[in-house]
């Protein structure tokens, strides 16, 4: 009886606090969420061939603003969108146009009180903006991707956390294809109050580029909704720029 209260605690953080980021547990059906983000990265260096800093040739701004959506369409599916729209300039390039479209479903392969594991396969269309963040505008076509996510609640100190894995393989036209991996650690404050960490890897076939990205935000919500404020940062690459900058998030759950 007293593994019940924390048991309650941690499935309301997964259903209540984090299903964008904690994609492991799949969104229950008849259920949604849209989550609204704007991006605005800046690089003065790069990471070359070998992974060491270089200045670019001039400074690199990469500007989003995207939209995620999710819906629970049976017990263990839900059908899922991704787009955006871009802008951004460097030395070479002035862009602005649509993002790639994702249209995907995800599975709920396993479940119990504290971990869940997920299944996600979709396909992508390219667009006028960078389809990869290595590659020039309007550079790819169509994409397909398979992920496996897995999440654990639990907790430390009194404070629910949850920590997900996920991995990736993305088979791509006209860009190399790659593998992806992430990781996220989320502990809740309070009530209303979430730090998020998160660490976003991949690597492009034969010998191509490579990156990892950290992401630390903070997440404060009211009812159904709630609002991340972050940052970004390349912390290491190849062929990449070594950008950061603020990311803004509104999530809304309905």
């Not at 862009?95 to 979709?122: F, I, N, T």
């Not at 992508?124 to 496996?148: I, K, T």
């Not at 956390?161 to 294809?177: I, T, Y």
């Not at 950290?214 to 997440?219: F, H, P, Q, R, Y």
């Amino acid at each position: 009886m007293r593994a019940v209260p924390g048991l309650i605690v941690a499935g309301a953080f997964t259903l209540a606090g984090l299903p964008a980021c904690a994609q492991a547990w799949v969104t229950p059906r008849g259920d949604g969420q849209l989550i609204l983000k704007f991006e605005a990265m800046r690089a003065d260096e790069g990471f070359d061939p070998v992974g060491d800093r270089a200045p670019l040739p001039a400074a690199r701004r990469d500007e989003a603003a995207s939209l995620f959506a999710e819906y629970g369409v049976a017990d263990r599916f839900a059908v899922l969108f991704k787009g955006d729209w871009q802008s951004g300039e460097d030395a070479f390039v002035d862009y602005d146009g649509r993002g790639p479209l994702e249209l995907g479903v995800r599975w709920q392969v396993w479940r119990d009180e504290r971990g869940a594991v997920s299944l996600q396969a979709s396909v992508a269309d390219g667009g006028e903006g960078r389809n990869a963040g290595y590659a020039a505008p309007g550079e790819g076509e169509r994409d397909w991707e398979v992920r496996l996510a897995a999440g654990r609640n639990f907790s430390v100190t009194g404070r629910p956390v949850f920590v997900e894995v996920q991995s990736a393989r993305r088979m791509r036209e006209g860009l190399p294809d790659e593998t992806r991996a992430d990781l996220t650690v989320g502990i809740r404050h309070g009530r209303n109050w979430t730090l998020l960490a998160q660490v976003f890897g991949g690597a492009a076939d034969d010998d191509g580029p490579r990156w990892v990205n950290l992401e630390t935000s903070l997440v404060r919500g009211w009812d159904d909704w709630s609002l991340q404020l972050g940052w970004r940062t390349a912390v290491w690459g190849r062929e990449t720029p070594a950008s950061s900058g603020p990311v803004v998030g509104i999530w809304r759950r309905f």
